[in-house]
């Protein structure tokens, strides 16, 4: 599987943003689906996973602000994310794992500052 992220950028605190991820395949053949972040200076964590675009799993530090959500039409993934703080600044990396091969998108810069 193929991904393309996109949709970072920089925002102020308290502002919202909408990443996106074009997979090659349809997501309804991907086990699962999700985001990962990685801060400088600190290793790659897990932002939210989904199964079969059906069950989800969030970040304790991001949950109930970033939703992730998935157009199967457009073969996109969203994760869309509000209330953001300086802490949210990250590479943020779109992941599908299926049958076993995990896939990377090439990451997109998000940076909260004023």
């Known amino acids: 599987v193929q991904l393309q992220a996109s949709g970072g950028g920089l925002v102020q605190p308290g502002g919202s943003l909408r990443l996106s991820c074009i997979t090659s395949?349809?997501?309804?053949?991907?086990?699962?689906m999700g985001w990962y972040r990685q801060a400088p200076g600190k290793e790659r964590e897990l932002v939210v996973i989904i199964s079969n675009m059906r069950s989800t799993h969030y970040g304790d530090s991001v949950e109930g602000r970033f939703t992730i959500s998935g157009d199967n039409a457009k073969n996109t993934l969203y994760l869309e994310m509000n209330s953001l703080s300086p802490e949210d600044t990250a590479v943020y990396y779109c992941?599908?794992?299926?049958?076993?091969?995990?896939?990377w998108g090439q990451g997109t810069q998000v940076t909260v500052s004023s």
């Open positions: 395949a349809r997501m309804s053949d991907i086990n699962i």
């Open positions: 992941n599908a794992w299926n049958r076993g091969i995990t896939s």
